[in-house]
């Protein structure tokens, strides 16, 4: 499955499974962190420029330019947007 954004533009595909993993209740963000040295989502990730990630999350607004300057955060912020995604159910089959 993927999700498409307005930014990045190749998306970003998760299974079902890893999706969630990475979104569920309580605190995600070990598992985020597990998901991002997974091989196949690491290289997705690593082709996110990390201005289009930036311009991404500011149409959530929910960080500050400050936050917004650290890249390795915003690919588990987006990351996580990606399975919380998946697990609601938008998102594209492959």
């Known amino acids: ?9 190749n998306g970003i595909t998760l299974s ?3 999706a ?10 070990e598992d985020i962190e597990g998901l ?3 091989p196949h989502i690491r290289e997705q990730l690593d082709e996110i420029d990390p201005e289009s990630v ?3 999350l500011k149409e959530f607004g929910a960080w500050t330019e400050e936050e917004l300057s650290d890249h390795e955060e915003n690919l588990s912020r987006i990351l996580w947007d990606a399975c919380a995604k998946i697990v ?3 998102f594209f089959e492959d």
């Open 20 to 29: 969630e993993t990475g979104y569920h209740s309580g605190d995600c963000l």
């Open 36 to 38: 991002k040295k997974l």
């Open 1 to 9: 499955m993927y999700v498409l954004y307005n930014y990045i533009l």
């Open 54 to 56: 930036r311009n991404e």
């Open 16 to 18: 079902i499974e890893e």
């Open 88 to 90: 609601d159910g938008d």
